[in-house]
């Protein structure tokens, strides 16, 4: 039954979604083309990284606050790596282990220590920002290698290198969240906690594992910005977490817990990406894209509210 509630509101989230592309494409006629599609596709897929890490901890009642200094600090560590001579897969691998430990280390506060998501999310946004500019004297570094910019800078089929990855791993995550243990534990633990306790549910090692692949993914998303602009800059990420809860949240994540879906989040994140297209293309300035977003998340919620424990 709640599998067809969960679809239900997947598709109103989609019909959003078109209503928006119906509206733009009639009021400006380069927004439904080809090449725009892609490059809201392409502007969509690093918070899209960063929401479907997001969409797994809000699901089981958490949050997590330092997505984006955890990508910066990721980013500039694999960045460096590759600058000294390090091999890319190598330097791509410890980036990955520094968003993944950074995960770890909120996770093991939340779960073992039993502080709040919040709070420990929050510190953690301070602390990984802290260091990124520590470690680089808050300057950026450049000269990425050609073979790491080429690939993330390139295509298949005509579809852009990070659109492909986004998509595969939201594929992976559909996967863990729908067909797997874990899957079914996240939604227990989001639920009722107590209850998934009961049922003896692992509750602290679920949670540890939501806000590792959050941080996984935030250094996914690091990476790719890295490739796209051939330098990392400490101050990378700057208020991604809350796009990433914008994108969850508007694909029906609640931040009660129990509930939200990876095509959700998927959705979610391009109506953001559309949504800001859009309005530039018609030149509405920056502040009033933010209060169409602000509005758009506020409506997220009513719905929310309104659909919830039916």
């Known amino acids: ?7 239900v509101r997947d598709a109103g989230t989609l019909v959003g979604l078109v209503i928006i592309f119906v509206v733009f494409s009639f009021l400006s006629p380069v927004f439904f083309t080809v090449p725009n599609l892609l490059n809201i596709l392409q502007q969509s897929s690093l918070n899209a990284a960063i929401a479907l890490g997001m969409t797994l901890v809000i699901i089981s009642a958490g949050i997590d606050l330092s997505v984006g200094p955890t990508a910066a600090l990721s980013a500039v560590l694999g960045a460096s790596l590759m600058v000294s001579g390090v091999p890319v897969p190598i330097a791509v691998l410890g980036a990955l282990c520094i968003g993944s430990l950074g995960g770890l280390f909120n996770g093991v506060l939340i779960a073992y220590a039993g502080l709040q998501p919040f709070i420990v999310t929050l510190g953690s946004l301070s602390l990984y920002r802290a260091l990124s500019l520590i470690y680089t004297g808050g300057n950026p570094i450049f000269g990425i290698p050609a073979e790491f910019r080429a690939f993330m800078n ?3 089929f005509g579809i852009p290198s990070s659109i492909l990855i986004v998509a595969s791993i939201a594929l992976i995550l559909w996967v863990v969240l729908n067909k797997t ?8 633990v989001g639920g009722n906690e107590e209850a998934a306790r009961v049922c003896s549910v692992p509750v602290a090692k679920t949670k540890v594992a939501v806000y590792m692949i959050s941080g996984f993914l935030a250094s996914v998303a690091g990476l790719v910005l890295v490739g796209r602009l051939g330098a990392a800059d400490p101050t990378l990420g700057n208020l991604w977490e809350l796009d990433a809860i914008a994108a969850a949240a508007i694909g029906g994540a609640s931040l009660m817990g129990g509930k939200g879906s990876i095509i959700g989040t998927i959705l979610g994140a391009v109506i953001l990406g559309a949504l800001r297209n859009g309005l530039t293309l018609l030149n509405i300035q920056a502040f009033y894209q933010l209060l169409a977003t602000g509005l758009i998340i506020i409506v997220a919620m009513l719905i929310d ?6």
Do not use: D, H, Q, W
């Not at 039954?1 to 679809?7: F, G, P, T």
């Not at 243990?181 to 227990?188: N, V």
């Not at 509210?305 to 039916?310: I, L, P, Q, S």
């Open 1 to 7: 039954m709640s599998a067809i509630k969960l679809n």
């Open 154 to 156: 390139g295509s298949l």
């Open 181 to 188: 243990p874990l899957g079914e534990y996240i939604f227990a």
């Open 305 to 310: 509210r309104a659909t919830r424990g039916k």
